[in-house]
């Protein structure tokens, strides 16, 4: 099915402003921005690739810009970006290699051994708690439970680095699984 519609006058004259306005290279969105610039009035680069393709033999001689030309200055962007993301990647790689270096030319360092004090210890350290309740302790104290129940839980308050204090840290990590507690020796046995 054929259907030929009539041109109106106001194509007739965008396409004429197309050809005045047009320098090889432009794209689409150049050319509606130039037209906007002139007319003063607001077309989007959809409209004039609606005229370019319904009027082809008439701006077959006013190529539009295409997406090759485009993409090639946005290949050229990435590619930049991805030399400096490659060069970023490599700089780290090199950085581990070289603490991994340094790491294995470092003697090894003795493995901490962390015993958590004897019920006795515990008893005797628990009583020279200063005994707080939530509200009063600050970031830097422990928050092991004393005494109390429920509201009127109090807590050990000694100076901490993290949630408890050194000795309540070593209190609430338990024995490990039977396989985590040979670990140790399995790992001294074949180191040596």
């Known amino acids: 099915m054929n259907i030929h519609v009539r041109r109106t006058e106001k194509t007739t004259a965008r396409i004429e ?15 509606a921005n130039a037209v906007a610039a002139r007319t003063h009035e607001q077309l989007s680069r959809m409209v004039i690739m609606g005229i370019y393709a319904r009027n082809r033999s008439e701006l077959a001689e006013y190529p539009l810009r295409g997406w ?5 200055s ?12 490659n060069a970023k990647r490599e700089r ?13 030319a470092a003697p090894p360092r003795a ?16 009583a020279t708690a200063t005994l ?8 830097t104290e422990c928050r092991w439970p004393i005494t109390g129940s429920k509201a009127d839980i109090q807590f050990c308050g000694h100076p901490a680095t993290g949630t408890y204090c050194d000795h309540h840290q070593l ?10 507690q040979r670990a140790s020796n399995d790992l001294r046995r074949h180191a040596a």
């Open 17 to 31: 402003l197309i050809k005045e306005l047009y320098a090889p290279g432009m794209s689409a969105l150049d050319i």
């Open 68 to 72: 090759g030309e485009t993409k090639r």
């Open 74 to 85: 946005h290949e050229r962007l990435t590619d930049r970006r991805h030399r400096e993301n």
């Open 92 to 104: 780290r790689r090199l950085a581990r290699l070289q603490r991994e270096a340094e790491r294995a």
């Open 111 to 126: 493995p901490k051994e962390r015993k958590a004090p004897e019920p006795s210890e515990a008893k005797a350290y628990d």
């Open 132 to 139: 707080k309740r939530l509200f009063e302790l600050d970031a």
């Open 171 to 180: 209190r609430s990590v338990g024995k490990g699984t039977i396989s985590e």
